[in-house]
Each structure stands twice: as structure tokens, then as C-alpha cells.
């Protein structure tokens, strides 16, 4: 690691600063230091919209969602098809589902006031610790740690961390925590989201530009781009194919029991194509307006699978199981691709999670 003293508060104010002056303005933000018109609902929806899609994609259905449902209590007492439909092409619709309940929650349990703390939050249905922590600082000035890929980038960098991804997310987590204060903590965290989507970016960082270029061990080091590390990868054969996540109108999930022979025989499993070269023809189990949620990798004995997640509402002869089951029963492999659909992960999205 490249020696670069760790002043904390130079860090600090440089970032605030820097915050200061060059703020994105967004729909959803209150201007940088103006912490009394921050809303917790506009916080809350731009975080779950932003959880699959980029800042232009999100802007216009947030705009819309505000002017048909401008407080959370409008939004709670819409009804399901429409909040639905306005929610179609932004991904998973078990996200919309999320947030209906979060906002009937927060609207019958809460008297429509969103809790102002990190547990509170979290408390909520469809709720996860990088959305509470994001909320509870935006929102509520708490002191929170809002670590997502791209905080866990900034911080790879900043300290020159050559523990590879994914071990050293709890170490990346640790990092971020240790920049935290009790001085603008709502600023504070969106001043490391801007840094690391607009200057210190995946590729070709703008370290010139960057106003923590003087505290950076990876800058130091003269490769900053080389972090975060990745863990090697492996030598097994690998694998294609593609999982399905069925939920049907109660939000269930469609699983199947998979043959006693073979790999997992006799378990429960997502529906999925044939496990082979990228190639290989895909035939979804169910005719539905299928969307891909992304993908996962999961690393058997004898080879390395990569799975494309395809999501859709549909009907059919499966085992429905609330997710919450699912995630618990499902061996690992169709866990993950489970939690890419139903929360994107929260688990994987935002990488503070493990
Ligand atoms: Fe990222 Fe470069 Fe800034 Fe370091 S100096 S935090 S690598 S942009």
C-alpha cells in the first residue's frame, strides 16, 4: 500500500467542500447543506428506483410518481394495477410490490411519517440496510453508513485495499465507517455517491479532478483503477444457462422440484434452461413478459456456472412459495439468482451487503 497519511478530517472537509460547489442536481435533492426540506419519501423513492436503474432512466417515472402520488399516503392508497403500471419498465415488479406495502406501512403502522431512524427504516417491508442507512442520512441526518459499489470503489482506491472483492467488503465497510461523523451526515454520503459516479468512476478515473487526489493511496500508488481487486478467477470449466423467477399475483414464486438424478437431484430449484455453452437455445418455462434482472455466478466443484436471472409475472403448475421461504429452503445457487430478483439484491446491487 502506498503511504499516504490518513488525515480524516482534511478527507472530510475537502469532500464537503468539493460537495458543495459541485453537487449533481437532482429531482429528489435537497440543495447541499439544506437539510430542512429534505423529504423522507422523495429519499426513499429515488433510492428504491435508482436500486435497478440508472439517474436518467429513473428521473421522469420519478417526476411522475410525485405528481400522481405526492405524498407517501397518496401512494399508499392507490391502487396495486396502478402504481404497477407506472412502475413498467423500471425492472422487478416485486420491487413495486415492496413499495406499495413499504408505503401502506408507513401510512397505517406510522400515521404516514416515515421513522427517522436506521432501525425504524429497516423495519419496513422491502427495506434494505443500504436503503435504511441511505434514507436515515439523507433524510434524517443520522450518521449512517450508505456503502454501495460505488463507495466500496472510492474506498478500494483511497486506501490502496489489496484484499480482493468480495472478501474485503466488510473491510471496504469498515473504511467508510471510519469517515463518518456527526457533521453533515445526509451530505456526507451524497457527496461520496457523486464522487465515485461522476469522478471516481470504474474506468479512467478523473483523479485530476478529484478533490481527495492528495489523501489517495491508490493515486499514490500510480494505478488507482487497479482497485478494487477482483479475486482471481477460477479455472474451472464454465457454465451457461439461464434461471427463471416466476411470482404470481400474490408474489409467490414458482419453483420445481429438480430430478432425483443429477446435480442437486431431488431439490427444490428455480426453473432454468439446459446448463451448457452460451449458445444453447433458451425456452422459458411459462409464456410471460419475461425481463432479465442480470446475473449471477456460483462456483461448483466441477465447474463454474453464470446464470442469467429472467423475471416475469406468470401462472402455471409450479411449486408457489413466498420468497421469504424460497430464500431460506433454496440451495445456494438458485438463492442468489432469487435475491437478484426480488431485491436486485440488496445483498447484491449494493455491495455492503456480503
Ligand atoms: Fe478515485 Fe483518483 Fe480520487 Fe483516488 S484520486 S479517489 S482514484 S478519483
Redesign the pocket.
Known sequence: MASVPCDIPAIRAVLLGWYDAHARELPWRAAPGDAAIRDPYRVWLSEVMLQQTTVPHATPYFRTFLARWPTVGDLAAAPDAEVMAAWAGLGYYARARNLLACARAVSVHHGGVFPDTEAGLLALPGVGPYTAAAVAAIAFERPANVVDGNVER?MA??FAVEMPLPAAKPVLKRLAASLIADDRPGDWAQALMD?GAT??RPRM???DQ?P??EH?A??AGGN??R?PLKAAKTDRPRRFGTAFVLFDDQGRVGLVRRPDKGLLGGMLGLPTSDWGSPDEAVVPPAPADWREAGTITHVFTHFALTLTVQTAAAQGNFIWTPPERALADLPTVFRKALALAVDGGDTARHPSAG
Do not use: K, N
Request: net charge neutral; glycine share 6%.
Open positions: 472510492v482506491r483511497l464522487l469522478v471516481c478515473p478523473l483523479c478529484c481527495l487526489i489517495c491508490g493515486f488507482p483503477e482497485y
